[in-house]
C-alpha cells in the first residue's frame, strides 16, 4: 500500500514563500510519476507541478513557472514543493499525488493512483 503524507502549508503574506513536503512510503519509488496539485473552494483541482523521479525531469503548470520548484530527496523519498512569491489567489489545498508506473507526470488528476490528505496554504493580502 502506498502512502503519501504532506507537510508543510500554513499562512504566509502575498509575495512570501512556503516548502511542502511529500513523504512517499509503500511501493517501489522509482515506478513513480510525481505530481502537485491543488484545489481551491469551489474550483477543480488543478495541476501545479509534477516530476518523473527515475528520470529527473519536471514540468510546472504556466501559473508557477518561475516561481515555484519540484525536487527530491531520493534518499529520504521525499519529494518537494518550493514555492515563492505566493499569491493570495492560490490559497488552496494542495496534494501530493503518484501515478504508478508512469514515466512523466500526468496534467490530469484522474491519472493518479494515490493522494495524500492535503495541506492548507493560505496566501493573506
Known amino acids: 500500500q502506498v502512502q503519501l503524507v504532506e507537510s508543510g502549508g500554513g499562512l504566509v503574506q502575498a509575495g512570501g514563500s512556503l516548502r511542502l513536503s511529500c513523504a512517499v512510503s509503500?511501493?517501489?519509488?522509482?515506478?513513480?510519476?510525481l505530481g502537485w496539485f491543488r484545489q481551491a473552494p469551489g474550483k477543480e483541482r488543478e495541476f501545479v507541478a509534477g516530476?518523473?523521479?527515475?528520470?529527473?525531469?519536471?514540468y510546472y503548470a504556466d501559473s508557477v513557472k518561475g516561481r515555484f520548484t519540484i525536487s527530491r530527496d531520493n534518499g529520504r523519498y521525499t519529494v518537494y514543493l518550493q514555492m515563492s512569491r505566493l499569491k493570495p489567489e492560490e490559497t488552496a489545498v494542495y496534494y501530493c499525488?503518484?501515478?504508478?508506473?508512469?514515466?512523466?507526470?500526468?496534467?490530469?488528476?484522474?491519472?493518479?493512483?494515490?493522494w495524500g490528505q492535503g495541506t492548507q496554504v493560505t496566501v493573506s493580502s
Open positions: 509503500g511501493r517501489p519509488f522509482s515506478s513513480y510519476a
Open positions: 499525488a503518484a501515478d504508478w508506473g508512469s514515466t512523466v507526470p500526468s496534467w490530469s488528476a484522474k491519472e493518479y493512483d494515490y
Open positions: 516530476c518523473s523521479w527515475g528520470r529527473g525531469s519536471t
